[in-house]
């Protein structure tokens, strides 16, 4: 079972950057896309930023130009680098990998971190 573990989160000021890093361990075939999501007070859980196996990204259009997401395929690691944070940037962020691994056949499945706190004052 392949478990995720976020780091980097904290207290910046707004203007400020944070870089976000996750980290896979466990068993499994391999780990095809990987992001970012986030979850603010009072509001849904939404993408921030996704990476497939072959580096291509995709971004909310509130981040673009701000935030960049990179990930070490060989050591299924993501991270994200956040820039020219504003207050509404404030979320837990959780880091997600899209799972594949065998039991009784091929299986995918999503794995989640269990998140860490970015919160920017202004």
């Known amino acids: 079972q392949v478990q995720l573990v976020e780091s980097g989160g904290g207290l910046v000021q707004a203007g400020g950057s944070l870089r976000l890093s996750c980290a896979a361990s466990?068993?499994?075939?391999?780990?095809?896309?990987m992001g970012w999501y986030r979850r603010a007070p009072g509001k849904q859980r939404e993408l921030v930023a996704t990476i497939t196996s072959g580096g291509t990204t995709e971004y909310a259009e509130s981040v673009k130009g701000r935030f960049t997401i990179s990930r070490d395929g060989a050591k299924y690691t993501v991270s994200l680098q956040m820039s020219s944070l504003k207050p509404e940037d404030t979320a837990v962020y959780y880091c997600?990998?899209?799972?594949?691994?065998?039991?009784?056949?091929?299986?995918?499945?999503?794995?989640w971190g269990q998140g860490t706190q970015v919160t920017v004052s202004s």
């Open positions: 997600n990998g899209e799972v594949v691994y065998y039991r009784g056949g091929v299986q995918t499945t999503d794995a």
């Open positions: 466990g068993i499994a075939l391999r780990i095809n896309a």
